[in-house]
């Protein structure tokens, strides 16, 4: 390991302990190819002889050079690495904008049914009626809790849902003569995903300053509207953790200017089934079903970002959508007029729709407003508690579902935000968002959703007072070489970004390709 001056380690993931008894322990896990080689195999299969080349000439005439593995080794390697990571199952994770809530087992179960798990999309629409049923039940649910005329399901993350959304504004715009519109209005504590869509659209982005208290401004929004604003893209509750208090005007404004308002739902863990966002003046908002509606996200599983769409918008909703007939549920997948086509292959995760929809019918729809409040509850704890050594930008008003700090409180400390959030880790607990939103110096955002208990929220609050106060009283070192207990030190991340290595090749081919 080597040590830049002020004692840091750098380096890609330097090994901190390498236990020589077993290899089970091994921290450096090897990749299955060093662990199996290729002359092997795991298994006893009998010698195929093959007569008849039936691929056209196309057969492999190279060796396929994988690694021959039993099912044990292949199992525990895979066993082994899942052991290096932190999970929302193996701890509290209150990486805020991101709602890592508990994933209910019961949830698990239902995506297991063999009628959901076991079902192929090219299946004769007469044999997956429950499926359907799922899936206009789920469509239902969303469409009811934001008061909204459509929504596509298939999108499969919150940032291909924002794609989806703000393609139908301009399929939308160009329908009716209007293609000329070309920017994009973004306030400025956006998350990153909001200007980058707009860019990738060929939208130019114009951005609106945050108010002294982390909120958007109808005056800045009306000074920035124009006859050539696309759309507003506005998230609320903002990722500053506040509720906008001018959302309406903003949308009234927004409209009387011939624009679109689309709404950045990422966070309605905060305000499911105690506001809907339709009621607000939204036009189109993807929400995460991976988020707030408890399937598993992060390495945990795939993401779906559906899009709820109001009356405007409706005519330009993507395929395939499922639709009620006499002789049952039918999957529509032609669109017709300007309707967009569609932005997946098949239907989208439907292994999420069962879990997003499970979650719904066992809270019911006071039970979604209960945790809503619960998770607004719980943040607002670890703010009271925290903000007596914590600082606390935005602090006259209670927040929403995540607590923001900046790091006033670190100056002259010598320890930096990232510093910190890296002795987080040497305490048990993920860290949570740093130095986002980028409207607050060395931010930290924390949410720690409603699925945390009293108990834990304080042992989280008593490590996050522990550690400020070793920092304020200059216990510096900790920090700086913070973590210590992971199987991973600190990442040269620089590096990692500018010359990634993505493709792993055989020691003999890396030392002939170096003579
Ligand atoms: C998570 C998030 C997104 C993007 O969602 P993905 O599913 O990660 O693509 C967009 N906006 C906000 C505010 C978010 O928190």
Redesign the pocket.
């Known amino acids: 390991m080597s040590m830049n001056t002020q004692g840091r380690p750098t380096g890609t993931g330097n090994v901190t302990s390498s236990p020589a008894n077993g290899a089970a322990l091994l921290p450096n896990e090897p990749l299955l190819f060093e662990i199996g080689d290729t002359e092997h195999s795991g298994v006893d299969l009998p010698d195929v002889s093959i007569k008849r080349d039936r691929l056209g000439g196309f057969s492999r005439t190279l060796p396929l050079d994988l690694a021959g593995l039993t099912e044990p080794e292949a199992m525990r390697h895979y066993v082994r690495l899942s052991r290096l990571n932190y999970s929302i199952d193996s701890g509290m994770y209150p990486l805020g904008?991101?709602t890592m809530k508990h994933n209910p087992r019961l949830n698990e179960k239902m995506a297991r049914l063999p009628g959901f798990a076991d079902i192929h999309p090219l299946q004769p629409v007469s044999t997956v009626q429950g499926a359907l049923a799922l899936m206009d039940q789920l469509a239902h649910w969303l469409m009811t809790l934001t008061n909204t005329a459509a929504v596509a399901l298939s999108p499969k993350?919150?940032?291909?849902g924002?794609l989806l959304g703000m393609m139908a504004i301009k399929a939308a715009q160009t329908a009716r003569g209007e293609g000329h519109r070309k920017v994009v209005l973004v306030p400025e504590s956006a998350?990153g995903?909001?200007p980058a869509t707009a860019a990738f659209l060929g939208y130019s982005v114009k951005a609106i300053p945050a108010r002294a208290d982390g909120t958007v401004d109808v005056t800045a929004v009306r000074e920035a509207l124009s006859p050539d604003v696309a759309a507003i893209m506005l998230?609320n509750p903002n990722?500053c953790g506040l509720f906008e208090p001018q959302v309406i005007e903003i949308a009234e404004a927004v409209h009387d200017a011939g624009a679109f308002f689309y709404c950045?739902g990422?966070?309605f863990n905060a305000i499911m089934g105690v506001v809907r966002p339709g009621d607000l003046g939204i036009d189109a908002m993807h929400i995460?079903l991976?988020?707030t509606f408890s399937t598993p996200?992060g390495g945990g599983g795939p993401?779906a970002?559906p899009v709820v769409l109001s009356a405007a918008l409706a005519p330009f909703a993507p395929v395939p959508f499922v639709q009620r007939t006499e002789s049952g549920l039918e999957l529509v997948e032609h669109s017709e007029g300007e309707a967009l086509g569609r932005i997946t292959a098949f239907q989208g995760q439907m292994g999420m729709y069962v879990r997003a929809l499970t979650y719904m019918l066992s809270h019911g729809s006071d039970g979604l407003a209960q945790a809503a409040k619960d998770a607004v509850l719980n943040a607002n704890y670890v703010k009271a508690r925290l903000q007596t050594v914590f600082s606390v930008p935005f602090p006259d008003q209670p927040c929403m579902h995540e607590a923001l700090f900046d790091d006033s409180f670190l100056n002259q400390t010598g320890v930096s935000t990232l510093d910190f959030a890296k002795a987080l880790i040497d305490k048990g607990f993920h860290p949570m968002t740093m130095y986002f939103p980028l409207v607050v110096h060395g931010a930290m955002l924390v949410e720690p959703t409603e699925s945390e208990s009293k108990q834990t929220l304080d042992q989280f609050c008593d490590v996050m007072l522990e550690l400020a106060s070793d920092a304020i009283a200059g216990n510096m070192q900790n920090f700086l070489s913070a973590p210590v207990n992971a199987p991973r030190r600190r990442m040269d991340e620089t590096r990692a970004a500018r010359s990634p290595i993505l493709k792993w090749e055989r020691e003999e081919v890396v030392s002939e390709a170096a003579q």
């Open positions: 904008s991101c993350a919150g940032a291909h924002e998350h995903t909001n998230t990722t950045d990422a966070n995460n991976h988020k996200h993401g970002g």
